[in-house]
Structures are given as structure tokens and as C-alpha cells.
T-cell receptor, first 112, second 113 residues
Framework: DQQVKQNSPSLSVQEGRISILNCDYT??????FLWYKKYPAEGPTFLISISSIKDKNEDGRFTVFLNKSAKHLSLHIVPSQPGDSAVYFCAASAEGAQKLVFGQGTRLTINP | DTGVSQDPRHKITKRGQNVTFRCDPISEHNRLYWYRQTLGQGPEFLTYFQNEAQLEKSRLLSDRFSAERPKGSFSTLEIQRTEQGDSAMYLCASSQGPTYGYTFGSGTRLTVV
């Protein structure tokens, strides 16, 4: 039972353009959502998060949008840079739970 | 502090052998987590410690798996009688308090042949 889904295994974007990564979830008890970035041979690195009481959170070039009614969140990267090429994981947690539930990941490639 | 440290980085073992991995969390973090990641999948939760107490275990953690965190500092994850299906990246993470943006180590890649 995949509670967090990233339906696009890969995404290719031109440098300088916007990258949009999508994530869907099924568990209505999830109230905290995170995005992690992973380079090869390294562990995931926390990027940005959002609480269910918000619908948007912004940090520099990264913005996360949450649509609770659609159980959907997205990560926008503007402008995209070559160093953004990595695998991006969406993750979610329910209130009171310590564990994160991760999606399968989306490999983002930024082309020069 | 240099972050979460995991040792070894790579381990190749024969089926049926026992293996043990070590994780050193960020020193002020009282929460420690183990996750497993297989190819093409996101990390899957295995177990969680708060200080030395193991508070949650996933059903993924069969009786061949055991984790400890003596004295609430470093943690070890042991897999007994390894099987080929145990081949994966084993990730450790730590956090301070009830925060979910926790810090991962670089992982231990296990290959069972």
C-alpha cells in the first residue's frame, strides 16, 4: 500500500526554467510533509517542509504547495540550476508519529 | 560535529552470514532512526529510538534483525543469517526533539551474494 506516490520517475528541465515535482498521498492523517534531495552515494538531505495548516512555504528558489482537498503537494524550483540535478523524495508524517513515509522518488535532470 | 556517520559504507557478505552496521548520530540528537532503501524505491522505516529506548519497530524488521542504542549514543543494526533480499542501502538518521527534518547519514550499502 503506497501511501505516498511520486508518479513521475524522471523529469528533464532546461537550466533557468521552472522545475515542478509532484507528489500524491492517500492517508488523510498525514499533517506534515517534507521534500528531500539525494545525490548518488549520499544520504537524503532535507530541503523544505510544510505543515497541513499552510498551503505554501517558500525558501529561496524552492516553494512547496499543498492542496489538502486533492491530497497533493508539489515542489517548485525557480530558476533551475545544474546543481539541482538529483533524486527528489516526497515524505509525509502523521501527527504523533515519528516515522516518515517516503515516495519512490523523481530523478530531476537539469540540462544546460 | 560532522553530521551522522555510518560504518561501513559498503559491505559484501555471503548468504547466511551475520552483519552489523554502526551509526553515530549528531551528538545532541536524542532521536535515532533506521531506514532501508532498495533500488527505485524511497527509504522505508525500520525502527526508531528515543535515547536508549526502542519505541517503534516496523513489521519489515523480521526476527533476523535487531537494533540497539546502548547509552543513547551510537546505534547498531545487526542482520542474522542474511538473505539476498536483504541487499539494500541501510540509512541512519537523527533528530533533536519532535522535528521531522532529520539528518541522514550516507548509508551502508549491503550486498548479499
Amino acid at each position: 500500500d503506497q501511501q505516498v506516490k511520486q508518479n513521475s520517475p524522471s523529469l528533464s528541465v532546461q537550466e533557468g526554467r521552472i522545475s515542478i515535482l509532484n507528489c500524491d498521498y492517500t492517508n488523510s492523517m498525514f499533517d506534515y510533509f517534507l521534500w528531500y534531495k539525494k545525490y548518488p552515494a549520499e544520504g537524503p538531505t532535507f530541503l523544505i517542509s510544510i505543515s497541513s495548516i499552510k498551503d505554501k512555504n517558500e525558501d529561496g528558489r524552492f516553494t512547496v504547495f499543498l492542496n489538502k482537498s486533492a491530497k497533493h503537494l508539489s515542489l517548485h524550483i525557480v530558476p533551475s540550476q545544474p546543481g539541482d540535478s538529483a533524486v527528489y523524495f516526497c515524505a509525509a508524517s502523521a501527527e504523533g508519529a515519528q516515522k516518515l513515509v517516503f515516495g519512490q522518488g523523481t530523478r530531476l535532470t537539469i540540462n544546460p | 560535529d560532522t553530521g551522522v556517520s555510518q560504518d561501513p559504507r559498503h559491505k559484501i557478505t555471503k548468504r547466511g552470514q551475520n552483519v552489523t552496521f554502526r551509526c553515530d548520530p549528531i551528538s545532541e540528537h536524542n532521536r535515532l532512526y533506521w531506514y532501508r532503501q532498495t533500488l527505485g524505491q524511497g527509504p522505508e522505516f525500520l525502527t526508531y529510538f528515543q535515547n536508549e529506548a526502542q519505541l517503534e519497530k516496523s513489521r519489515l524488521l523480521s526476527d533476523r534483525f535487531s537494533a540497539e542504542r546502548p547509552k543513547g549514543s551510537f546505534s547498531t543494526l545487526e542482520i542474522q543469517r542474511t538473505e539476498q533480499g536483504d541487499s539494500a542501502m541501510y540509512l541512519c538518521a537523527s533528530s533533536q526533539g519532535p522535528t521531522y527534518g532529520y539528518t541522514f547519514g550516507s548509508g551502508t550499502r549491503l550486498t548479499v551474494v
